[in-house]
């Protein structure tokens, strides 16, 4: 399938662009040992990781992807876990292969470029300078720059919004079920890359319109855009 007539691209942040898995496995290990809960390691934590840090520690703690913890010791875990992130955020956190080719190759194309995440700001903008992107993005939406966050259309027609482009000419890419479901529900096509994270599950069963198995496929699809 072609996107010919793409004007915007929406990436996702973590699963699409960047490998952050050993940074948050890091920080939820260390905060498990320090709340005396055994550590689940990385292979458990990339499976919860999709919906924001709130809902990561709760299913450390609780080691169910919906369930609630006591709230005094989810506010403890919280607490360390945002503490150990702000200086662990991109220790080890790396940019997939062909990513930022991918996004030099848009931008002399002149497409407009969005990175839409739910990652709070206060660790998303930090990271974007890190990994050298952050000036790549014409616009930057955090899980916490709106009201509502994916799998809520809202960041993506804010996005669409904000450079005046209509959505059947946008394409989201993303790596989870969050970013079908908003592109979906914003009326944008969707990309998925297969080597995400998506809590374990294939993304195909997502039903995107197309996958790649790396960014530096992406072109491909938009030739002629």
Same mark, same amino acid.
């Given at each position: 399938m072609k996107f010919t007539n793409t004007a915007m %691209?929406? @990436?996702?942040l973590d699963g699409t662009l960047v490998n952050s898995i050993p940074d948050l496995a890091y920080c939820v290990d260390e905060m498990m040992r320090q709340v005396g809960l055994p550590p689940p390691g990385q292979e458990q934590v990339a499976r919860w990781v999709g919906n924001g840090v709130e809902?990561?520690?709760?299913? #450390?703690?609780t080691s169910d992807f919906s369930a609630e913890p006591a709230a005094?010791? @989810?506010e403890q875990a919280l607490a360390l876990f945002l503490e150990l992130y702000a200086v662990n955020h991109s220790r080890n956190s790396r940019l997939y292969p062909e990513a930022k080719a991918t996004l030099e190759w848009l931008? %002399?194309?002149?497409i407009h470029l969005a990175c839409v995440t739910n990652k709070a700001a206060r660790f998303t903008l930090p990271l974007l300078a890190h990994l050298g992107i #952050?000036?790549? @993005?014409?616009l930057v939406l955090s899980g916490d720059s709106l009201p509502a966050k994916k799998p809520d259309p809202l960041p993506l027609l804010r996005a669409a919004e904000f450079f005046q482009v209509k959505p059947d000419r946008c394409l989201m890419v993303g790596d989870s079920v969050n970013d079908v479901q908003a592109a979906r529900a914003a009326g944008f096509p969707v990309v998925a890359v297969s080597y995400g994270y998506n809590h374990g599950l294939d993304i195909r069963s997502a039903e995107p319109d197309a996958v790649i198995d790396s960014l530096g496929d992406l072109p491909a699809l938009l030739a002629g855009s």
């Amino acid at each position: 399938m072609k996107f010919t007539n793409t004007a915007m %691209v929406l @990436f996702d942040l973590d699963g699409t662009l960047v490998n952050s898995i050993p940074d948050l496995a890091y920080c939820v290990d260390e905060m498990m040992r320090q709340v005396g809960l055994p550590p689940p390691g990385q292979e458990q934590v990339a499976r919860w990781v999709g919906n924001g840090v709130e809902r990561l520690v709760k299913r #450390a703690l609780t080691s169910d992807f919906s369930a609630e913890p006591a709230a005094p010791l @989810f506010e403890q875990a919280l607490a360390l876990f945002l503490e150990l992130y702000a200086v662990n955020h991109s220790r080890n956190s790396r940019l997939y292969p062909e990513a930022k080719a991918t996004l030099e190759w848009l931008r %002399v194309r002149e497409i407009h470029l969005a990175c839409v995440t739910n990652k709070a700001a206060r660790f998303t903008l930090p990271l974007l300078a890190h990994l050298g992107i #952050a000036s790549c @993005f014409g616009l930057v939406l955090s899980g916490d720059s709106l009201p509502a966050k994916k799998p809520d259309p809202l960041p993506l027609l804010r996005a669409a919004e904000f450079f005046q482009v209509k959505p059947d000419r946008c394409l989201m890419v993303g790596d989870s079920v969050n970013d079908v479901q908003a592109a979906r529900a914003a009326g944008f096509p969707v990309v998925a890359v297969s080597y995400g994270y998506n809590h374990g599950l294939d993304i195909r069963s997502a039903e995107p319109d197309a996958v790649i198995d790396s960014l530096g496929d992406l072109p491909a699809l938009l030739a002629g855009s």
